[in-house]
């Protein structure tokens, strides 16, 4: 069983940065294959990015394309989205996600380990 923590979420001026980090319970290089989702108040979960075990392939969303980028420190076990250029619409709690094999990198239903969410506000 995987347990997933999230950091680093607060309250961020439009166009300022955050960096969130997931920390696993165990390794999960080699192994796990990590993702950032979110959802905003009255909004289904969307997906943000992923990252495969090995770090070589990542994935975006489009509207986060350019201003997120997500990373791996796999000696650590944690996963990073540092988020630039933050607009209002970034506002959500964000989520981490980890499965061995995700069937779909975009689709929460492909992973089975959640993190509890951190919370993310972007002022206007």
């Known amino acids: 069983q995987v347990q997933l923590v999230e950091s680093g979420g607060g309250l961020v001026q439009a166009g300022g940065s955050l960096r969130l980090s997931c920390t696993a319970s165990?390794?999960?290089?080699?192994?796990?294959?990590m993702a950032w989702f979110r959802q905003a108040p009255g909004k289904e979960r969307e997906f943000v990015a992923a990252?495969?075990?090995?770090?070589?392939?990542?994935y975006y969303a489009d509207s986060v394309k350019g201003r997120f980028t997500i990373s791996r420190d796999n000696g650590k076990n944690t996963v990073y989205l540092q988020m630039n250029s933050l607009k209002p619409e970034d506002t959500a709690v964000y989520y981490c996600?980890?499965?061995?094999?995700?069937?779909?990198?975009?689709?929460?239903?492909?992973?089975?380990?959640w993190g509890q969410g951190t919370q993310v506000t972007v002022s206007s």
């Open positions: 996600a980890a499965d061995i094999r995700p069937s779909t990198y975009y689709s929460g239903s492909s992973y089975h380990y």
């Open positions: 990252i495969t075990w090995g770090g070589s392939r990542s």
């Open positions: 165990e390794r999960t290089s080699g192994t796990y294959s």
